[in-house]
């Protein structure tokens, strides 16, 4: 196989087929052995939509899910969480944004920090949101209220955060990682 992504062999599903199973981001390195996968599985038995980790020697083998977050702050996450960005690795834990919805529907942002030998541990987690729509091409579009988070660069301790925004636009905010990072652990878990 030519490694110029234009030949590929597709596999399959890293999700059960049958659970409506979204936000699926894979860690991007093993940890002790294993792939890890967050997801939001839709299972009957949670009251919301929520945050699952899985592990896995296997990329195809992903089962036995784990809840890692659901909502907790009744004034952004009422509805439901989902992961927003792929893990990035700190000497303080896995950094990853994800988003919550409130009663009215809106999107915001918060951020989670993880145990780095050990993903299913939440060591820090803001309380409040972080990013909210607040400029027109937020707030106005397809889904009115949205900013949702899709892809993270770090460089030179400059956090790059590509958005969509009301499901029409896409957005770029900033932030000075090192503060971030410092501001999520003072939220301890």
């Known amino acids: 196989m030519k490694a110029d992504f234009l030949h590929y062999q597709k596999l399959g599903r890293l999700t059960e087929a049958d659970i409506d199973d979204r936000d699926v981001v894979l860690f991007p390195e093993k940890i002790n052995g294993y792939y890890y ?9 949670d009251k919301m939509p929520s945050i699952y980790i899985s592990k896995a020697k296997d990329l195809l083998a992903f089962n036995n ?3 890692l977050l659901t909502g907790e702050n009744p004034k952004w996450e009422v509805q439901r969480i989902g992961i927003s960005s792929v893990p990035i690795k700190t ?9 919550g919805v409130d009663k009215k529907g809106v999107y915001r942002v ?7 030998k050990d993903p299913s541990k939440v060591i820090a987690r803001t309380k409040d949101y972080i990013m909210e729509p ?12 949205c900013v949702f988070p899709t892809a993270t660069v770090l460089k030179d301790n ?3 955060i590509y958005y969509g925004c009301a499901d029409k636009y896409i957005g770029l905010a900033t932030a000075n990682f090192n503060e971030l990072v410092k501001y999520v652990l003072k939220q301890k878990a």
């Open 37 to 45: 996968m967050i997801s939001r599985p839709k299972f009957k038995r």
């Open 158 to 160: 400059t956090l790059y």
């Open 134 to 145: 607040d400029t027109p091409f937020e707030l106005n579009g397809i889904y009115n209220g």
């Open 91 to 99: 000497k303080y834990g896995w950094f990853m944004l994800y988003h």
């Open 65 to 67: 899910p784990k809840l």
């Open 110 to 116: 918060g951020a989670i920090i993880l145990d780095l």
